[in-house]
């Protein structure tokens, strides 16, 4: 996480974001008006990114474990077995960077 720790990081009016990157727009893969860091299925294929990272969504809804899901006070799930480890590119796409 990027933040007032790192050299170079200023947020002048506190929001908690980079002021050099509040401009920069969410990237929306799938162009369906949801940002992919919260889009349940980023690319729009049909299959919930959380599977195609290669974790459990044992009932289907697009989140990590069963739901509902339960977080730590840090907002580390603590219900699902996996997740916390690098995600597998499964569908062998590249994700765009502009």
């Given at each position: ?10 947020d002048?009016?506190n929001?908690?974001m ?8 969410a990237?929306?893969?799938?162009n369906?008006?949801?940002?992919d ?8 294929d049909?299959c919930a ?8 969504d044992?009932d ?5 474990g069963?739901?509902p ?7 580390v ?22």
């Amino acid at each position: 996480m990027i933040d007032d720790n790192d050299t170079g990081f200023t947020d002048t009016n506190n929001n908690g974001m980079a002021d050099n990157a509040e401009s920069t727009p969410a990237l929306d893969t799938d162009n369906n008006m949801i940002p992919d860091y919260m889009d349940l299925d980023s690319d729009g294929d049909g299959c919930a990114d959380v599977i195609e990272a290669g974790f459990v969504d044992d009932d289907g809804d697009g989140y990590l474990g069963l739901s509902p899901t339960v977080e730590d006070s840090m907002g580390v799930v603590v219900s699902a077995p996996d997740g916390y480890t690098t995600p597998a590119d499964n569908d062998g796409m590249e994700r765009q960077t502009s």
